[in-house]
């Protein structure tokens, strides 16, 4: 269910600097010495631009697991068979996982969408959707991942999520993923986007030795020759070498930044899906608000690609959204620290002397 | 009120191995990849082996803040009146400050402890108890800033808190400070205990200019040359330049790790008094965890010398337990991981192939 017009080709709009101004006098007339809640402060003043309001308040966070199968897990790239994907999906919907965990712990609402996974589809529920482009991409290193029209039926897919989510009364959007191979395909973009060889960007995901790496780099440098990419033509590059889940993590931020609701997003795979949307969209960056530093050495160029720095460095390499879920407890601290704190007037507290 | 047998005294019991075990047994078994989940699986063994369970969860998370005033403050060494110890603590017990609303956000009890302002006493209530030693400390400059009876009552109120604390549910501790000064009080603990001049600990407080840090590093030399103290003597060094509040940190801290409670341990204040502690009983460091790296210099020595690395590094420099009440959704996102998470067996997910 593809909108009338592509989400890709809507427009974000443009932060609300008044909004911004507003959170950072607010700031200086708190209890607290000036710039003393660091980057804290920079962050709820982000969060004021994007939303547009001062003081902005989070009722309803919400983390969207977007899960798919990949062909290239073929060759060997992954530690893991791809049946794990759906064993993993059936252990999101029992509430086994790591990011259903995490999920309670930071009182976050979880969506789960198998957007292309290899095996007899589950159940929908309110909160799994069953959005199928296909049972698995290609395998990138024969033929291309997927055709464009595919690539565009999964970024519709994410869009019609987080659009979804957002009517239901979210207003902090997380993403993240499940999908055995999906460094692979992550990797596999970010150097085609990047022009960066594909050792440079590949790391052992879920586990691999430093065999498998190697045999990914190959596999990854072989297919980009092969598929005949164009980092200037986004689409060719994702239809060659993406992912269903990838491109649904694309679709939902450009969806929620067209919504002005902040995206946070996880590790490396969902960063280079926002690598790829900013690609189309570059006022996506914006609404984009960085977790972790994942312990994916790919990341760390995504990363600078965007220009965004993470808050926390906790060595994750999970995905499904679990670095992103811990962060969403620093945008609410800030966003609450700068609503709920006491201003120098209110609590009759004396400013700074001049001591020298 | 002090207990019988001063809580330096009283022994800390050794961490649990068998639950450390327990613990790393138990993430081998859970639905994830093989240290995906970085530090929070190490911290979910530590914690494991403080408690003496293999599983630990946290009932009841409290943050204990105590205040003090400091004689030092007269000599220009904080960008702040004295007075602002009272007004912020009156905002405290109003939950106007910043880490009233951490507190919330993350779930946490607060309780506040008057060890010492220089103002009239707020009535006590529940969660704010009036344990002062004196009003405030003399100014180190020109004297001790308080007798060895008066440190060892300071510390004793703190295990006073912690036990009551403990005992009324609490399983997880975190400490914080607010006295305008104490950052002077703090390096000068901090540069007594570990040789180091002044001007390599010495760093802006609450917004001290370049001048104003001169300015304290002079006073603080100063003070450690005429005090006379001897860093193989802890309690000289707290009695000679040290905070009530800081003493009573060190007490908490001792009095909770001797009850096997974790103690998450703010910035630079609380880092020193968590140094000064374990220098009287080095088995403290066990039971210790780190949670921000402060903007302040010596905080990054201090932790060294615990052999602590932090969890955020947020650039927060505020105090009054703000960082560690961050840490605390780390602490609990670690062990209900460890605990919740499904196994693969439960889950039936395959294990890892091997791909090379």
Chains 1, 2 share one sequence.
Not at 105 to 117: I, L, N
Not at 222 to 232: E, I, K, M, N
Not at 291 to 308: F, I, Q, V, W, Y
Not at 321 to 344: I, K, N
């Amino acid at each position: 269910m593809a909108p009338d017009r592509d989400v890709t080709e809507l427009e974000i709009p443009p932060l609300d600097a008044g909004a911004r101004e507003g959170a950072r006098r607010r700031w200086s007339t708190l209890t607290k010495p000036e710039g003393s809640l660091g980057r804290l402060e920079e962050l709820a003043e982000r969060l004021a631009a994007m939303r547009g309001e001062a003081r902005p308040r989070f009722r309803r966070k919400t983390i969207a697991v977007f899960v798919a199968d990949h062909g290239v897990a073929r060759q060997g790239v992954s530690a893991y068979p791809s049946s794990v994907t759906a064993a993993m999906l059936d252990n999101f919907l029992a509430g086994g996982s790591a990011i259903n965990t995490l999920a309670r712990v930071v009182g976050a609402e979880t969506v789960f969408v198998d957007v292309g996974v290899d095996a007899e589809p589950r159940s929908e529920s309110e909160r799994f959707w069953v959005r199928r482009v296909a049972r698995g991409t290609r395998d990138f290193s024969s033929e291309s991942a997927m055709t464009r029209a595919e690539a565009r039926r999964a970024v519709a897919v994410g869009a019609e999520v987080a659009r979804a989510t957002i009517d239901a009364g979210t207003d902090l959007l997380a993403t993240g993923d499940m999908g055995i191979g999906n460094t692979a395909a992550a990797s596999a973009i970010l150097a085609s986007l990047t022009g960066r060889p594909a050792a440079e960007v590949v790391g052992p995901g879920t586990g691999l030795d430093a065999r498998g790496v190697a045999r990914k780099a190959a596999v990854i440098d072989a297919a980009l020759r092969a598929r005949g990419l164009d980092a200037s033509d986004p689409w060719s590059v994702l239809a060659g070498v993406g992912g269903f889940e990838i491109a649904a993590m694309a679709g939902a931020a450009l969806a929620a930044a067209q919504r002005r609701v902040p995206v946070v997003i996880d590790g490396f795979i969902a960063t280079v899906a926002a690598l790829w949307a900013a690609a189309v969209q570059p006022r996506l960056v914006e609404y984009l608000v960085a977790s972790h530093r994942s312990a994916e050495p790919g990341h760390r160029l995504a990363l600078e690609r965007l220009g965004l720095e993470p808050y926390l460095d906790l060595g994750l390499r999970l995905g499904e959204g679990t670095g992103a879920a811990l962060q969403l407890v620093l945008c609410e601290a800030a966003t609450r620290l700068l609503d709920e704190m006491a201003t120098f007037e209110e609590a009759q507290v004396a400013r700074r002397i001049r001591t020298s």
